[in-house]
């Protein structure tokens, strides 16, 4: 089930892409290079999401790196 997940996923990015793409012919270089680069991240970010349900978050990295100076405000 997860591969199919991954499937649908990618067909969905590959679609976008497809369909934003002729509209980027008049934009310059570094605007398409931004757009592939954050679709990129945005299918790399699901795909591990999709194959590891349990990463942590965002929130508990917060967590993790400022825990120590909560404690000591405290």
Known sequence: MKWGSVVVVTL???FMIGY????F??????EKRAFAMLTALGWVLTLL???FPDL???TQLVDFLFGPFGKLLE
């Not at 012919?25 to 570094?30: F, M």
Request: charged content about 25%.
């Open 49 to 51: 999401l999709v194959l």
């Open 25 to 30: 012919r008049q934009y310059s270089k570094r």
């Open 12 to 14: 969905a990015v590959l």
């Open 20 to 23: 934003e793409w002729p509209k």
């Open 56 to 58: 942590p978050g965002p």
